[in-house]
T-cell receptor, first 115, second 113 residues
Framework: ETGVTQSPTHLIKTRGQQVTLRCSSQ?????VSWYQQALGQGPQFIFQ???????GRGNFPPRFSGLQFPNYSSELNVNALELDDSALYLC??????????????FGEGSRLTVL | GQQLNQSPQSMFIQEGEDVSMNCTSS?????WLWYKQDPGEGPVLLIA?????ELTSNGRLTAQFGITRKDSFLNISASIPSDVGIYFC?????????????FGKGTKLSVKP
């Protein structure tokens, strides 16, 4: 069973640029959530994708967008990067069943630094 | 927005000691979860709680879902060096999307051998 994998692991961008982060969900999981974790903080929910559609969103501006593909993998796109976007971006997958709500399987994250 | 207050922020304990940490919320949650994060890794689920009053164990870990639905605690018995890491509580609000969890700021645990 393959776990959640994310790429790239580290990247550096400058203010105003755009970034795309990728995630492969765990085998058999059809739901993907994205989180932002600033240094010294807990993860914050960005949004969730189920059946290729966004079905839940946290308090993040529209320049944070995503996609889910038929194989359940997902992308997080951030436009017009700001310094405060520097963080660890975590992808988490779940099986999409009602029982097991909140039982997320996280990847190791993509560390984004915005200069 | 909703916030979780997690305490203590950090703990330094001797190997073999028991550990207790807790989490409180201003909102009612229908699920409480506890995750552990090691450096350079994503959080890993330790325990999930689904009913008010529920007490659940996972090896040396025990967690409880508070009766008011606004709090939870995690106990670790007989700590060992590999317990080092950051422990996060997380809550799921009724009606929220499945992956939408609210996390606390974490309790950093250090264990002296």
């Amino acid at each position: 069973e393959t776990g959640v994998t994310q790429s790239p692991t580290h990247l550096i961008k400058t203010r105003g640029q755009q970034v795309t982060l990728r995630c492969s969900s765990q085998s058999g999981h059809n739901t993907v959530s994205w989180y932002q974790q600033a240094l010294g903080q807990g993860p914050q929910f960005i949004f969730q994708y189920y059946r290729e559609e966004e079905n839940g969103r946290g308090n993040f501006p529209p320049r944070f967008s995503g996609l889910q593909f038929p194989n359940y993998s997902s992308e997080l796109n951030v436009n017009a990067l700001e310094l405060d976007d520097s963080a660890l971006y975590l992808c988490a997958s779940s099986p999409g069943t009602v029982r097991g709500t909140g039982e997320l399987f996280f990847g190791e994250g993509s560390r984004l630094t915005v200069l | 927005g909703q916030q979780l207050n997690q305490s203590p922020q950090s703990m330094f304990i001797q190997e073999g000691e028991d550990v207790s940490m807790n989490c409180t919320s201003s909102s009612i949650f229908n699920t409480w979860l506890w995750y552990k994060q090691d450096p350079g890794e994503g959080p890993v689920l330790l325990i999930a709680l689904y009913k008010a009053g529920e007490l659940t164990s996972n090896g040396r870990l025990t967690a409880q879902f508070g009766i008011t639905r606004k709090d939870s605690f995690l106990n670790i018995s007989a700590s060992i060096p590999s317990d080092v890491g950051i422990y996060f509580c997380a809550g799921h609000l009724y009606g929220g999307s499945q992956g939408n969890l609210i996390f606390g700021k974490g309790t950093k645990l250090s264990v002296k051998p």
